[in-house]
């Protein structure tokens, strides 16, 4: 079976994303769309169910998708993006104030956020709900779409490809609402 990563519409890129609640912008609203309307006219692809991060951008963008494909939608809180902590939505310039240097990827692999999570934390919650999740949608009778984060998009392709994963780079980047076909 299929899974269709998505990474989540367009957000408001002046703040820091993680956990925080910002929706999708205009633009991620008419990618979302875009998107849906390219898995509606594709007669091949058998998708059955949509899950979802229940983080807003992401389930903006899912309800899209569901609506459009007439799919039962499921949220699984395990999919959001790393925990940012005291950072979640903060402005862009607020942060480099606040926490000068501070980025995800200057890190340490045990040093988390200010009241967030490391990145050791992000990549084991990944990896968890990753094996609970193909092992429950592997037997669901068609193919699936999971609309996430780049972060967790990242960790899932680490694990789908058997590399080393670190937060000090990103050697899968992912656009806004790209879907990327993976075997389960």
């Given at each position: 079976?299929i899974?269709?990563?998505?990474r989540?519409?367009?957000?408001d890129?002046?703040?820091?994303?993680?956990?925080?609640?910002?929706?999708?912008?205009?633009?991620?609203?008419r990618?979302?769309?875009?998107?849906?309307?390219?898995?509606?006219?594709?007669?091949?692809?058998h998708?059955v169910?949509v899950?979802?991060?229940d983080?807003p951008?992401?389930?903006q963008t899912?309800?899209i998708?569901?609506?459009?494909?007439?799919l039962?939608l499921?949220?699984?809180?395990?999919f959001?993006?790393?925990?940012n902590?005291a950072?979640s939505?903060?402005?862009?310039s607020?942060a480099?104030?606040k926490?000068?240097?501070?980025?995800?990827?200057?890190?340490?692999?045990?040093?988390?956020?200010p009241?967030?999570?490391?990145?050791?934390?992000?990549?084991e919650?990944?990896?968890?709900?990753?094996?609970i999740?193909a092992?429950?949608v592997r037997?669901?009778?068609?193919?699936v779409?999971?609309?996430?984060?780049?972060?967790?998009?990242?960790?899932?392709?680490?694990?789908?490809?058997g590399?080393?994963?670190?937060?000090?780079?990103?050697?899968?980047?992912?656009?806004?609402?790209?879907p990327?076909?993976v075997?389960?």
């Amino acid at each position: 079976m299929i899974c269709y990563l998505v990474r989540h519409g367009k957000d408001d890129g002046t703040v820091r994303g993680g956990w925080s609640a910002a929706p999708l912008t205009g633009e991620g609203i008419r990618q979302s769309e875009r998107l849906a309307c390219t898995f509606a006219e594709d007669q091949e692809k058998h998708i059955v169910h949509v899950f979802t991060s229940d983080l807003p951008r992401a389930f903006q963008t899912a309800e899209i998708l569901a609506a459009k494909l007439n799919l039962p939608l499921s949220r699984l809180p395990d999919f959001r993006e790393v925990n940012n902590g005291a950072l979640s939505g903060m402005k862009n310039s607020e942060a480099l104030e606040k926490y000068p240097g501070l980025f995800w990827r200057t890190l340490e692999w045990e040093e988390p956020y200010p009241q967030g999570e490391s990145p050791r934390a992000f990549y084991e919650r990944i990896v968890s709900a990753w094996e609970i999740f193909a092992a429950t949608v592997r037997n669901i009778g068609g193919d699936v779409i999971l609309v996430t984060h780049g972060g967790v998009i990242n960790v899932i392709l680490h694990i789908i490809n058997g590399t080393e994963y670190s937060n000090k780079d990103k050697p899968y980047p992912v656009q806004n609402a790209q879907p990327i076909a993976v075997e389960i």
